[in-house]
């Protein structure tokens, strides 16, 4: 395809249509995304327990967290030179409009929300320039909250991203559906979301780029998105594997070890199917529970201590390369990784 052409969201442009996936908890905070944004890509900061190497955090979580954003988008920006950074915000999450307010203080460029639908995110942002990309696995989803967001804001989202269901971590699908991923022919769904949303922007008078998330590992995988009529991709677990990346080297070389056979899908305590490293942890998490104190207020889904686990403690001890005790979060292609790369090697492939 020889060149490919920048992703503009309004007046931030791309030099690479890459958007790199936030990964929560704390795997991809200000180095990782620093080093997306200076290579010409989109940088992501996950804000999901964001604040969880703060001394402060088993007391006050959110306070921790929210104290947290600004720390790291800080800390992104001096990496990032005047590349464009983001922050990946879950619906889910408590005190979900505090830290919307908290990065869009922090002078954030773009906010990714998902995990249900960010139906009032225009309310909470206001006047600021931030740019705001609403997270959607359906059509459905894509014309619910266009046409709410126009009828009660006057406003459509700058960059719409489609979360397919290879993607990690926490998945908009039912079960069933993830058995069969052959069989929801996802590709068909791609392109009418594209449509609905190029149809909706054109009435507007405006443009609304979309960008395709889910199984994108190659530049291959991108072209075959960018020929559909996507503008751009956002990726996750091809990152993960590289030197920026935030989390411990012993959760890096879990990817690396993976086969394809050890990518499962689970159920996260928080009520949500999930993909995930099938590891001695989530062996035995589906024998029994694995006892856990203090609430550290991450989804308003979770039941607390009648959960299996504590999704925070899993992710924490993730990230911390404590890898026997953790929940892996992962995509569908990390059986992909054979060795650790550099950001600007990967970035230099996708432009």
């Known amino acids: 395809m020889g060149n490919v052409r920048p992703l503009k969201i309004g007046e931030l442009i791309a030099k690479v249509p890459v958007i790199q996936g936030g990964m929560g908890v704390g795997i991809s905070l200000s180095s990782l995304a620093g080093a997306v944004a200076a290579q010409g890509g989109i940088g992501v900061i996950s804000t999901a327990q964001i604040g969880y190497r703060e001394p402060d955090f088993d007391a006050d979580p959110i306070g921790a967290n929210l104290r947290a954003i600004g720390t790291e988008i800080k800390k992104a920006r001096q990496i990032a030179r005047d590349g464009i950074l983001g922050v990946n915000i879950m619906v889910a999450t408590r005190k979900y409009e505090e830290y919307v307010k908290s990065a869009v203080a922090a002078g954030i460029d773009l906010i990714i929300s998902g995990a249900g639908l960010p139906m009032d995110l225009p309310k909470l942002v206001g006047a600021a ?28 989202p700058d960059l719409v991203v489609i979360e397919g269901p290879l993607a990690g971590g926490h998945l908009g699908f039912h079960r069933d559906q993830l058995d069969d991923i052959e069989g929801l022919h996802y590709d068909e769904e791609v392109k009418a979301i594209i449509e609905k949303v190029n149809e909706t922007a054109a009435e507007h008078e405006t443009s609304i780029p979309v960008v395709m998330a889910g ?34 080297p012993a959760y890096k070389q879990s990817y690396i070890d993976a086969k394809k056979e050890d990518i499962v899908i689970v159920q996260s305590p928080v009520g949500m199917p999930g993909r995930a490293i099938l590891n001695p942890f989530m062996k035995r998490a589906k024998e029994r529970q694995i006892p856990h104190e203090k609430c550290h207020l991450c989804i308003s889904t979770c039941k607390g201590t009648d959960t299996p686990y504590c999704i925070t403690d899993a992710l924490v001890n993730a990230v911390k390369g404590k890898i026997d005790d953790a929940l892996l979060f992962c995509g569908a292609n990390a059986y992909r990784a054979t060795h650790l790369e550099h950001v600007k090697d990967i970035m230099e492939e996708f432009s």
């Open 129 to 156: 320039k931030t740019k705001l990309a609403p997270i959607v696995s359906s059509v459905k989803s894509a014309q619910v909250i266009m046409r709410y967001w126009w009828k009660k804001y006057n406003r459509l």
């Open 215 to 248: 199984g994108v590992y190659t530049r291959e995988d991108m072209e075959h998105y960018l020929e559909m009529g996507a503008s751009g991709v956002q990726m996750a677990t091809r990152f993960v594997t590289t030197y920026e990346c935030d989390a411990d």
